[in-house]
């Protein structure tokens, strides 16, 4: 069985990590399905397409063939001050486990360190790690918080998604302006009112 090697690129530290995905199988099965649904997959502008789909979906659910802790890469730094860290606006783009159809958005991120912090960038890569999988945002908000938690032991992590969702969009009716929006709070953030009010000030007032 022929299996494709696809590289990830990790620009911000010069590592690739080398992952598996069956592109040939992939690839039978786009033929079969474009049969199914009436189409010719043997016309000119379908020749490729196959091939092409393989490739997008390989791409698109590459985070069941990563790693939190090589992403993460020893980015992890020690402080002394344990001041409210908070990332904002972190795109996503992941597909619905219900009808393999695109959700994307942005997810905002705050934590209360207790004594380390986490490279920024590291953020966006946590964001994909769990984003490029088949996915509902509920549990995307909850692997987000729940790797953050892991990696740094803060007093708490916030996790806020907003999200469009085509399944809803392009099958619901009057329903093309709808947002979901969902959110995980551990440690301190669950416990205070006092913290998850700043954190959210902060979200207003962040540029």
Known sequence: MHHHEELVHLEDTG???TTTC????????????LEIIGEDPHRE???RTPQRVAEAWAFLTRGYRQNLHEIVNGAIFHV??????VVKGIEFYSMCEHHLLPFFGHVHIGYLPRGRILGLSKFARIVD??????QVQERLTNQI?????????????????DGIHLCMMMRGVEKQHARTTTS????????????REEFYRLLSTSS
Request: proline share 2%; no cysteine; charged share 25%.
């Open 184 to 195: 995980a709070m551990l440690g301190v953030f669950r416990e205070s009112a006092a913290a």
């Open 80 to 85: 002394e001050q344990d001041t409210m860290v």
């Open 129 to 134: 790690l769990y984003a490029r999988r088949l």
């Open 22 to 33: 069956d592109l040939e199988r992939l690839r039978s099965l786009v033929v079969q399905w």
């Open 145 to 161: 918080a729940e790797a953050i938690a892991e990696l740094l032991d803060p007093q708490g992590v916030a996790v806020v998604a």
């Open 45 to 47: 502008g379908l020749v």
């Open 15 to 17: 590592l690739e990590f």
